[in-house]
């Protein structure tokens, strides 16, 4: 059977190891060695130089870490993917591969709050300025992006806005002006949302969450689609132009990820490749009980509005069909009358759990405002668009009847 025709499943639950195990263990080993022997200096030599791709150290590259970047690989038909301890350090590593002092990056005010933060206070001490533009106006984009523009960066259902913009155009823009479309996809995984077809040239996840497979461990993946030609944008700076299509890759891999030492563990590494074979599973599930859980809570007469893309009625609906189909991720949010009424809302709950984080296999309830964007000015979370009377849900794999009884008991 040809592996490439497999189904995801398929593809995901039969990627073969680069090496055959010694004891044929059907499980990847979890390799935990932070340093690999040599039979000689000659080979030890070729290991470091690059003319093998034997391990050295377990910062750069290692067996069980490797088999979960395969997998992925062969889901999404990538060109190459790098796996590191959290979403966050996918982010600063991809980001500092192609940003230097002077660049620029084009990007929304509607960022998960670490990310605001690293674009706002961590790249700006280096001289990289953010640009904030409306994603949903293209023209709006175009304008902001000049001769230093190292990235468009997006997230493609914002949190907690859960904005969508419409990434054909995005990435018209991007080919246009030859700078690369970098999206963060956490919120919709690979098995409903294929990135490649809508132009992104680097995709970014955070791990933790749905690919975890229960909330067991932090994670973070760069996935290059080797779709972006480096060599037509002369303002990308260090990149290895020699390396064509794997410019990007290069620089990441041998210098920044090597330099930045955030590398995922052997550990992680298994646990994430175990999340990612139930993965389609567990968001059938989960966006199931999602749209219900939506739909339901409509019509409580306490809630002032429910915010989900899959509903008919959300204004962002036809462009989540088009992207995502009808599995737009398994979180939205509600607004309540005030904050007070959130707050009495969370501690009346029973079930549900208060607690940040996303993709759980337990439901979770928050209030961004006074959490995640808590120590942010009102004025910044006003141009974020966070509202005070808004709660974020995060469903899990519970029954949906037992989540609809604890959510009617704690609106009350
Ligand atoms: C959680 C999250 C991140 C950060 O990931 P960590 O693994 O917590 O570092 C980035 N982007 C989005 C959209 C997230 O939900």
Known sequence: MNKDELSFEGKLLHSPYSKPDAYN????????????????????????????TDHTYSRITNPTVQYFEDRVKAITGAHSVTALNSGMAAISNAIISIAQTGSNIVTSRHLFGNTYSFFVSTLAAFGVE??????????????????????????????????????????????????????????????????????INIEIVSSTKYISGGATSLGGLIVDYGNFDWLSSPKLHGLA????????????????????GAYMTPQVAYMQTLGLETLSLRYQRATDTCLILAEKLKELPEVVSVNYTGLSTNRYNEISQ?????????MFTFN???????????????????????????????????????????????????????IRISVGLEDVEDLLADFTQALR
């Open 241 to 260: 132009k020699d390396q064509g299509l794997n410019s990007f890759t290069f620089k990441l891999r041998k210098e920044i990820h090597r330099n930045l």
């Open 130 to 199: 953010t640009r904030f533009c409306d994603m949903t106006n293209p023209e709006q984009l175009e304008s902001n992006i000049d001769n230093n523009t190292c990235a468009i960066f997006l997230e493609i259902i914002t949190n907690p806005q859960l904005e969508v913009a419409d990434l054909k155009a995005i990435s018209e823009i991007s080919k246009q002006k030859s700078v690369p479309l970098i999206a963060d996809t956490t919120i919709v995984p690979f098995c409903a949302f294929c990135a490649k077809d809508f132009g």
């Open 336 to 390: 309540l009358m005030s904050r007070e009424f959130c707050f009495d809302f969370l501690n009346k709950l029973k079930l549900i759990k208060r607690a940040t984080n996303l993709f759980d296999n337990k439901t979770l309830a928050i209030h961004p405002a006074s959490t995640i964007f808590g120590t942010f000015t009102p004025e910044v979370r006003k141009e974020m668009h966070v509202s005070d009377k808004t």
């Open 25 to 52: 263990a059907l499980s990847m080993p979890v390799y935990n060695s932070a340093a690999y022997e040599f039979d000689s200096a000659e080979a030890m030599e070729s290991a470091f130089t690059g003319k093998s």
């Open 322 to 330: 088009k992207q995502f189909g009808d599995r737009p991720g398994a």
